[in-house]
C-alpha cells in the first residue's frame, strides 16, 4: 500500500512516519519544510532502518504536487500539512485559509486527478469551541472561536462533500492536544516561531531559554482555575492514523473521530507532573487569559475505541518523560 503524507516532516506526521514504515506501508512525505527540518529524514532513518520518499513540495503549488502523485500514485493521502497556531489564525487570517483551506482543495483535486480516493485528515478538537457537555463526543455541536478552528471546519466540510459526492473515502481525526515524544529522544516537537502550546513553552523553561512558565488564567472553572485539556502522547496519536488506514477497509465510506484519552490534566497539574520528572523547579507567572482559549476540553474517545479499534496506551508521565529525553537531547529542536 502506497501512503503520502502531506506535512510528513511536522511533529505529528513524522511520528506517524515512524508508525507507517514500522507496519511495512510505501511512504512519500511532501512537506514545504515551513515548519519542520531536513534533518527528520535521518532522525526517521535511523529509528526505522527504513528508506521512505521525500519531496520538497508546497501543498498549493498544483503542478508540483501532480508530478509526485504521477511518480508515486498513492492509494491514500494522509494529510497533516497546514498552519496551526491559534493566535497567528487572529494576527494573519488569510494565511489560515489559504494554506489550510486553498491548500486542501488543490490537493482533493490532484487526488482526483490521479484517481487517489481515501484521505484521513488532520482536524483538530478546536472545531467544538466552548464544550456544553464534557467529555465531548463526536455529535457535539461544532462552534470553533478562533479562524484556526474555521480553516479546519471548512476543510472537514470540503472532504465530506468530496467523498459523497465521488463516493470517495475519509476518516476525519480531531486531535486533542498531542504531547511528548519517541522515545529514542531523536524526533520531537520543532516549531520555527516562538511555540503557543503548553509543552513546548515548559521545555524551554526547563532548559533555560525562558525564565517562567506564562500561565494564561487561573479563575476558569476548573478545581484549580486553570484551564483543562486531553494530553495525548504523540506516539499514541500517530498509531491512530494506522487504524485509520485499516478502517477504509470496511463498508462506511467517511466518518471523524476524537483522537484523545478521555482524562484531563489541568495547567498546574501538568507543571507539577513535569517537575517531577525532570527534577527541576519550573517558575511560572499568571497572567491574564488569552483569546480563544476555553476552560476545559476533555474527549470522548469511545467511538475510536469501537470502530478504529484503537486507544491511547501511553500515560501522560510517559509523554513527559520522552518530552523532558527530547528537549535534553535536542534543546534548539532539530537546529543542534
Ligand atoms: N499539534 C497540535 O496541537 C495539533 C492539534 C490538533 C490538530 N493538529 C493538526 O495536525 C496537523 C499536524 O500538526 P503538527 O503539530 O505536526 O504541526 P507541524 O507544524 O509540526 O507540522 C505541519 C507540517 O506541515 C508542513 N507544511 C505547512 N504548510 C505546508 C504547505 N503549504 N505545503 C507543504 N507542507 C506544509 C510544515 O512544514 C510542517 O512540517 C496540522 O494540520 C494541525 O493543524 C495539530
Not at 532513518?45 to 508515486?72: P, Y
Not at 500514485?73 to 487572529?90: L, M, N, Q, T, Y
Not at 480531531?174 to 515548559?202: C, Q, T, V, W
Request: net charge positive.
Amino acid at each position: 500500500m502506497r501512503i503520502l503524507l502531506t506535512g510528513g516532516a511536522g511533529y505529528i506526521g513524522s511520528h506517524t512516519l515512524v508508525e507507517l514504515l514500522a507496519n511495512k506501508y510505501k511512504v512519500c512525505v511532501v512537506d514545504n519544510l515551513s515548519n519542520s527540518n531536513i534533518e527528520f529524514i535521518s532522525r526517521v532513518q535511523n529509528i526505522t532502518k527504513k528508506e521512505f520518499k521525500f519531496n520538497l513540495v508546497d501543498i498549493c503549488d498544483h503542478n508540483a504536487l501532480s508530478k509526485v502523485f504521477e511518480s508515486f500514485r498513492p492509494e491514500i493521502v494522509i494529510h497533516f500539512a497546514g498552519s496551526k497556531s491559534v493566535k497567528e489564525s487572529f494576527d494573519n487570517p488569510l494565511k489560515y485559509y489559504k494554506n489550510n483551506v486553498f491548500g486542501s482543495i488543490n490537493l482533493l483535486n490532484v487526488m482526483d486527478k490521479y484517481s487517489c480516493s481515501k484521505i484521513i485528515f488532520s482536524s483538530s478538537a478546536t472545531v467544538y469551541g466552548n464544550p456544553e457537555y464534557l467529555p465531548i463526543d463526536e455529535n457535539h455541536k461544532v462552534s470553533p472561536s478562533n479562524p484556526y478552528g474555521h480553516s479546519k471546519l471548512m476543510v472537514e466540510k470540503i472532504i465530506k462533500d468530496w467523498s459523497t459526492t465521488y463516493n470517495n473515502k475519509s476518516c476525519i481525526l480531531r486531535y486533542f492536544n498531542p504531547i511528548g515524544a519517541h522515545e529514542s529522544g531523536l524526533i520531537g516537537e520543532h516549531s520555527h516561531d516562538h511555540p503557543n502550546n503548553l509543552l513546548p513553552i515548559i521545555e524551554n523553561v526547563f532548559i533555560g531559554k525562558e525564565n517562567n512558565l506564562k500561565i494564561y488564567g487561573n479563575n476558569y472553572k476548573t478545581p484549580d482555575g486553570s484551564g483543562i485539556r486531553d494530553y495525548i502522547h504523540v506516539v499514541d496519536l500517530a498509531k491512530s492514523h494506522v487504524a485509520g488506514i485499516k478502517f477504509f477497509d470496511g463498508t462506511k465510506s467517511s466518518d471523524v473521530f476524537n483522537i484523545g484519552t478521555g482524562k484531563g490534566n489541568s495547567v498546574f497539574e501538568i507543571v507539577s507532573i513535569y517537575e517531577k520528572v525532570a527534577k527541576k523547579n519550573i517558575p511560572y507567572v499568571v497572567e491574564g487569559r488569552r483569546k480563544g482559549d476555553i476552560s476545559e476540553s476533555v474527549a470522548d474517545p469511545s467511538k475510536a475505541r469501537t470502530k478504529l479499534s484503537w486507544k491511547a496506551e501511553l500515560t501522560i508521565e510517559d509523554a513527559i518523560k520522552h518530552s523532558v529525553n527530547w528537549k535534553l537531547k535536542n534543546p534548539n529542536g532539530y537546529n543542534n
